[in-house]
């Protein structure tokens, strides 16, 4: 046995020369030999501060820059970052047209048949044009009544008649 020095903690230790012509015996334990296998880098967590080991993959695959301990801490800093103006959805409003009718207290019920079913129910966008939010605009349909609308001459007349609308 011979007396060799850890390349991590510098305590001496004994290792067998066959073990050190080999390359093996460097480190005192397997403790010492996982930390000398890690060649990512210590960072803080951006939201709380903890401080997390990330590997050079995560390092370099992190869009922002910015490093979380966890989902939740990414969370709260994307909740807090991509709100109003920066929200996707927000820009062009596209999807906000569900909201629009349940915050004008539309009773939920499909415009055609009077399904109740609030699982089955769509948002119709009665001039078709996805941009225009208006609550005028907006209807509750089930899906088998939308896809008629929206592919059946007899049926879209017969809703607009029930809407009280003009011709489109």
């Not at 050190?20 to 015996?25: C, K, L, T, Y």
């Not at 480190?27 to 709380?48: D, I, P, W």
């Not at 996707?88 to 004008?104: D, E, H, M, P």
Request: proline share 1%.
């Amino acid at each position: 046995m011979v007396m060799v020095t850890c390349h991590i903690c510098a305590n001496n230790f004994y290792s067998k020369p066959s073990w050190i012509e080999r390359g093996f015996g460097k480190y005192c334990s397997n403790e010492c030999k996982r930390k000398a296998q890690k060649t990512g880098l210590t960072v803080s967590c951006f939201m709380c501060n903890k401080e997390i080991y990330k590997t050079q993959k995560a390092l370099k695959g992190s869009k922002s820059g910015k490093f979380f301990c966890g989902k939740s801490c990414q969370t709260k800093w994307r909740n807090s970052e991509f709100v109003g103006a920066k929200h996707a959805n927000f820009i062009t409003g596209k999807s906000s047209y569900k909201s629009v009718l349940s915050r004008a207290n539309v009773e939920k019920i499909c415009g055609l048949c009077a399904n109740k079913d609030k699982r089955v129910l769509a948002v119709h966008h009665v001039d078709e044009n996805h941009f225009n939010n208006n609550i005028e605009n907006l209807a509750w349909l089930c899906h088998n009544c939308h896809h008629l609308v929206h592919h059946d001459k007899v049926e879209k007349q017969k809703f607009i008649a029930l809407r009280g609308l003009s011709r489109l």
